[in-house]
């Protein structure tokens, strides 16, 4: 059974950082594509990265480029997002999914697996 378990997330002043992880089982991650997505109250999920499992090459959507990293540990099965000068658009649920093409399901937000989300809230 495929299990994606995140967490890290929690409540940050504007400005502050967050680390969220990602722990996958019943897979083995070096085999799969992978990202995050974010859903806030009242809004559609969007794609915010994601991350290839041959060259690493890493897809950020506009709004977190130079604020956000993405990274993957294949040997701990665990994909991380690094969340830097946080701000209050930033808050929504996040969660990471396996089994994407990135970076065109950055757009179709289609995955074969995802987590159950875990919540970031940014106060102003």
């Known amino acids: 059974q495929v299990q994606l378990v995140e967490s890290g997330g929690g409540s940050e002043e504007s400005g502050g950082s967050l680390r969220l992880s990602c722990r996958v089982s019943?897979?083995?991650?070096?085999?799969?594509?992978m990202g995050w997505f974010r859903q806030a109250p009242g809004k559609e999920r969007e794609a915010v990265s994601c991350?290839?499992?041959?060259?690493?090459?890493?897809y950020y959507t506009d709004s977190v480029k130079g604020r956000f990293t993405i990274s993957r540990d294949n040997a701990e099965n665990t994909l991380y997002l690094q969340m830097n000068n946080l701000k209050p658009e930033d808050t929504a649920m996040y969660y990471c999914?396996?089994?994407?093409?990135?970076?065109?399901?950055?757009?179709?937000?289609?995955?074969?697996?995802w987590g159950q989300g875990t919540q970031v809230t940014v106060s102003s």
């Open positions: 991350i290839t499992y041959s060259t690493l090459s890493t």
């Open positions: 999914a396996a089994g994407l093409r990135c970076p065109d399901d950055m757009t179709t937000l289609q995955a074969n697996y």
């Open positions: 019943g897979l083995f991650l070096h085999d799969y594509e």
